[in-house]
């Protein structure tokens, strides 16, 4: 089974949007090693020092053998983890932890 990690964050400032690549985020740690809260601290003090509103997100997908109709398998995502985090000046607007992405994700993808 392999893992791929997506982690990234939009802080919409006032001048305009500024993408955060996800190494500026993790600091030196492991994708793998990047918990929820850690993220959710990330996005919170980011809002506080720009002043708006911040997106955070992360997601696991984890690739493997999925049987498919005609009895053979497709190597593929068979199971994924999103977890979404908007802060606003330091109040934390919204968590979610879901399934696939949804909605709420697409403005700032």
């Known amino acids: 089974m392999d893992l791929e990690y997506n982690i990234s ?3 919409l400032a006032k001048g305009g949007t500024i ?3 996800a190494g500026e985020i ?3 740690i492991a994708p793998a090693d990047l918990t ?3 993220l959710a601290f990330f996005c919170r003090e980011a809002s506080i020092r ?3 509103k911040v997106y955070a997100w992360m997601d696991r997908e984890e690739y493997g053998n999925a049987n498919v ?3 053979g398998s ?3 995502v068979v199971n994924e983890v999103c977890f979404l985090c908007v802060c606003e000046c330091g ?3 919204l968590r979610e932890r879901t399934d696939r992405w949804n909605d709420k994700i697409g403005g700032v993808l």
């Open 50 to 52: 720009h002043e708006c």
């Open 26 to 28: 993790l600091q030196g």
């Open 9 to 11: 964050a939009r802080i």
């Open 19 to 21: 993408a955060v690549p």
């Open 74 to 76: 497709d190597y593929e």
């Open 36 to 38: 929820e809260d850690a």
């Open 91 to 93: 109040k934390e607007l």
């Open 69 to 71: 109709f005609n009895g």
